[in-house]
């Protein structure tokens, strides 16, 4: 599909042309051809400098338009950081350009799609280090939660806990984020459905129900405390000597939890 051809996109592009705009791209859905009729439009703007307000939505003929204004450089730097790579080069492999007289779109473009992840390997295996380290914070939270069958408490600390480690388990493996759409599936089909990472990441969020007799927070609570085990696991090798401490000291808190529980 040639998005330029397209009378939307042409008048699209006449209305955000203005001066101090390098061009014009297309990312999401319709970069990727899998839009439907409840997709938004997104609209990267490249400028030489951003405006106070550097993302927002409208209303064009019909159709949600996601705006978003961007620096070329930020782009570039994007690609040399781990946890900002994973979304960024597959959204720049798809870019559909819409105006380009620069040609500098293009040139990022090639970028991300030279774009290599092996350099990027260790600051990835810091990085979900580190996740894990700040998520002894959570562990603590929820088994305080549990034990006096405090619902917000446990929800409000596995819900952390499912954002920082998913995440940084998906960087961690390199995975390439095409869409937000397919990142849970994503993990899924690395792990495996029935690796218990996978297992405690989907009782976690809730996508599996577990037992009924038992209240929603606290199977979601005692799955996230699987899933900081279970991401320890995959982690174990890479943890180094200065976060090592507080990590352990998470897993006896757990560890402690739950030979409590199955005691009493």
């Not at 446990?154 to 984020?177: D, E, N, P, R, T």
């Amino acid at each position: 599909m040639n998005l330029i051809e397209d009378p939307f996109f042409q008048i699209l592009i006449a209305r955000l042309i203005q001066p101090g705009v390098i061009g014009l791209a297309i990312t999401g859905s319709y970069s990727r051809n899998q839009n439907d009729p409840h997709s938004d439009v997104d609209v990267d703007i490249f400028a030489e400098a951003l405006p106070a307000d550097s993302y927002t939505l409208r209303i064009f003929d019909g159709k949600l338009v996601s705006l978003k204004y961007i620096l070329l450089r930020d782009e570039y730097d994007s690609l040399t950081k781990p946890e900002r790579a994973v979304w960024a080069v597959p959204g720049l492999r798809q870019l559909q350009i819409l105006k380009d007289d620069s040609g500098e779109l293009a040139t990022l473009k090639q970028a991300a799609l030279d774009f290599k992840w092996e350099p990027l390997q260790n600051a990835a295996n810091e990085y979900a280090v580190e996740a894990l380290m700040g998520c002894s914070e959570e562990a603590r939270k929820i088994v305080g939660g549990l034990m006096g069958s405090d619902e917000a408490k446990v929800l409000y600390a596995s819900w952390g806990m499912f954002k920082k480690l998913s995440f940084a388990a998906a960087v961690q493996a390199g995975l390439m984020i095409e869409s937000e759409n397919r990142i849970f599936d994503m993990l899924r089909d690395h792990f495996g459905r029935d690796h218990a990472w996978t297992r405690a990441f989907r009782l976690s969020f809730g996508m599996d129900v577990g037992n009924p007799s038992i209240p929603a927070f606290q199977i979601r609570g005692l799955a996230s405390l699987d899933l900081y085990e279970q991401t320890h696991k995959l982690f174990e090798s890479l943890i180094t000597d200065e976060r090592r401490e507080v990590i352990e000291d998470a897993l006896k808190v757990i560890s402690s939890y739950k030979q409590g529980r199955s005691h009493a």
